[in-house]
């Protein structure tokens, strides 16, 4: 990796890291030590921009209240009912770029989600393109296990896209209130790996595998969802440029003497969930995107059983087998990391 590649990367984390603190940094402030990098650095963001509010974690969540949906769209700007169809509810999330509703099909009288993205101008062509894009990629992803696309489109100066509604809840916010078992932790990350089977087999890589892009219904299923960076595994060694959540990263997307990024970097993140779920924490425990990058290019993955000793000594094999740290010592594949599972969960 060159020198002026490195220090983009570090300002691309830097910048990622406030956004997720809810600040809103000037390039031009974090460029100040270096600013020969401004214009490539500027260049980033676009290309990150026109993907990252289809794709930031759900960092607020509401539950109804009388009124609610009266107070919510005057301050947005957006129209009660979108395309004259999907009438917007609840708000049920906001991240850095996107809100997302719980909505209302009023054509086929059903329940849905609805994504658009936050922003205090009316969109422009790529937006539109971007949501369009997100939902060719996901209506090729046929799968139980992966959230389908119904509807994309555009109404006056706002683009949206229209997904089915998962009555349940994230990943993330699960595991906030209580720990999933060790047999819960085997089901959801074997439908995950199914789902990523299936994409993969498509030609997709997610490349933002985490708990906030997974829900669970109300039975227990899981359900990938935000395909809104995924990209051609062929696009993706064209331009192996960091994307998704550095947490979750696998260490060939930030240093590419590693290994090429390819599909196997999915598997890595869905390690990391998996890891999370065994042992309540992450891999890596840094003070800093900085210190975190190094750890997880290092590879030192500590034992899940030095931990938690209770982890089961199988799982935790599977687990480290996702986290290695050169691409050809993990699972090449996601189905054969669901079939050990399923043969855990069957033991």
Not at 20 to 45: K, V
Not at 217 to 239: H, N
Not at 280 to 293: H, W
Not at 322 to 328: D, K, S, V
């Given at each position: 990796m060159t020198?002026?590649?490195?220090?983009?990367?570090?300002?691309?984390?830097?910048?990622?890291?406030?956004?997720?603190?809810?600040?809103?940094?000037?390039?031009?402030?974090?460029?100040?030590?270096?600013?020969?990098?401004?214009?490539?650095?500027?260049?980033?963001?676009?290309?990150?921009?026109?993907?990252?509010?289809?794709?930031?974690?759900?960092?607020?969540?509401?539950?109804?209240?009388?009124g609610q949906a009266d107070t919510i769209l005057p301050e947005t700007g957006l129209p009660r009912t979108l395309a004259d169809r999907y009438r917007l509810d609840v708000l049920i999330g906001v991240g850095g770029f996107g809100r997302v509703y719980k909505g209302f099909d009023t054509w086929l009288d059903r329940?849905?989600?609805?994504?658009?993205?936050?922003?205090?101008?009316?969109?422009?062509?790529?937006?539109?393109?971007?949501?369009?894009?997100?939902?060719?990629?996901?209506?090729?992803?046929?799968?139980?296990?992966?959230?389908?696309?119904h509807d994309v489109g555009k109404d006056g100066g706002s683009?949206?896209?229209?997904?089915?509604?998962?009555?349940?809840?994230?990943?993330?916010?699960?595991?906030k209130d209580e720990r999933l078992s060790y047999r819960q932790t085997a089901h959801v990350i074997a439908e995950v790996?199914?789902?990523?089977?299936?994409?993969?087999?498509?030609?997709y890589v997610h490349r933002d595998i985490k708990p906030g892009n997974i829900l669970l219904d109300g039975s227990g299923r899981a359900y990938l969802t935000d395909f809104g960076i995924a990209v051609v595994e062929e696009e993706l060694l064209k331009d192996v440029g960091a994307a998704g959540t550095l947490a979750y990263m696998a260490p060939e997307q930030l240093d590419?003497?590693?290994?090429?990024?390819?599909?196997?970097?999915?598997?890595?993140?869905?390690?990391v969930v998996f890891f999370e779920l065994l042992t309540g924490r992450r891999p890596f425990q840094a003070s800093s995107p900085i210190?975190?990058?190094?750890?997880?290019?290092?590879?030192?993955?500590?034992?899940?059983?030095?931990?938690?000793?209770?982890?089961?000594?199988?799982?935790?094999?599977f687990c480290l087998r996702c986290l290695a740290r050169h691409p050809e010592n993990r699972y090449h594949e996601a189905d054969p990391l669901a079939a050990d599972l399923r043969a855990f969960l069957a033991s």
């Amino acid at each position: 990796m060159t020198r002026s590649r490195e220090e983009i990367l570090e300002l691309l984390v830097r910048w990622e890291e406030a956004k997720a603190q809810g600040q809103d940094p000037a390039p031009e402030e974090l460029c100040r030590d270096c600013p020969d990098r401004l214009d490539e650095f500027r260049r980033q963001l676009v290309k990150l921009g026109l993907v990252d509010w289809l794709n930031q974690p759900l960092e607020v969540t509401t539950t109804p209240k009388d009124g609610q949906a009266d107070t919510i769209l005057p301050e947005t700007g957006l129209p009660r009912t979108l395309a004259d169809r999907y009438r917007l509810d609840v708000l049920i999330g906001v991240g850095g770029f996107g809100r997302v509703y719980k909505g209302f099909d009023t054509w086929l009288d059903r329940p849905v989600a609805v994504k658009v993205p936050k922003v205090d101008r009316p969109v422009g062509a790529e937006e539109v393109d971007q949501c369009r894009i997100e939902a060719k990629k996901v209506a090729r992803l046929r799968h139980p296990n992966i959230v389908p696309v119904h509807d994309v489109g555009k109404d006056g100066g706002s683009c949206f896209i229209v997904s089915e509604w998962i009555e349940g809840i994230d990943l993330q916010s699960r595991i906030k209130d209580e720990r999933l078992s060790y047999r819960q932790t085997a089901h959801v990350i074997a439908e995950v790996a199914d789902a990523l089977g299936h994409a993969h087999a498509q030609g997709y890589v997610h490349r933002d595998i985490k708990p906030g892009n997974i829900l669970l219904d109300g039975s227990g299923r899981a359900y990938l969802t935000d395909f809104g960076i995924a990209v051609v595994e062929e696009e993706l060694l064209k331009d192996v440029g960091a994307a998704g959540t550095l947490a979750y990263m696998a260490p060939e997307q930030l240093d590419s003497t590693l290994g090429r990024a390819d599909h196997r970097a999915d598997i890595y993140a869905l390690g990391v969930v998996f890891f999370e779920l065994l042992t309540g924490r992450r891999p890596f425990q840094a003070s800093s995107p900085i210190e975190l990058r190094e750890q997880i290019v290092a590879g030192d993955v500590p034992p899940p059983r030095s931990i938690e000793t209770g982890v089961p000594e199988t799982l935790e094999r599977f687990c480290l087998r996702c986290l290695a740290r050169h691409p050809e010592n993990r699972y090449h594949e996601a189905d054969p990391l669901a079939a050990d599972l399923r043969a855990f969960l069957a033991s």
